[in-house]
């Protein structure tokens, strides 16, 4: 059974730092894409980061510069340095994983941005 286990949210203040990691248990063909979405309360969940199986990396032009995404594919994990955080920053954040047949999503971590 798939399964993405996130983990690092928490409570930060402004300008602080969180590494989110992301790790797939179960075996799962034709990895794409990984990622990290946001969502808050009455909103569409939104693009944070992706990246590619070739290491390709793209970003919300509002994380950019602040945000890094990194994978290991031989732990299966992707992660989620964010740094200089602020509130507006407060999400769920969701883990994803493309393949060439479906999309598999995390549970959600909370990240919450205040002083």
């Known amino acids: 059974q798939v399964q993405l286990v996130e983990s690092g949210g928490g409570l930060v203040q402004p300008g602080g730092s969180l590494r989110l990691s992301c790790v797939l248990s179960g075996s799962i063909f034709g990895i794409n894409a990984m990622g990290w979405y946001r969502q808050t309360p009455g909103k569409e969940r939104e693009l944070v980061a992706t990246i590619s199986g070739a290491g390709r990396a793209n970003y919300a032009d509002s994380v950019k510069g602040r945000f890094i995404i990194s994978r290991d594919n031989a732990k299966n994990t992707v992660y989620l340095q964010m740094n200089s955080l602020e509130p507006k920053d407060t999400a769920v954040y969701y883990c994803?994983?493309?393949?060439?047949?479906?999309?598999?999503w995390g549970q959600g971590t909370q990240v919450t941005v205040s002083s």
């Open positions: 994803n994983i493309e393949t060439i047949i479906r999309s598999y």
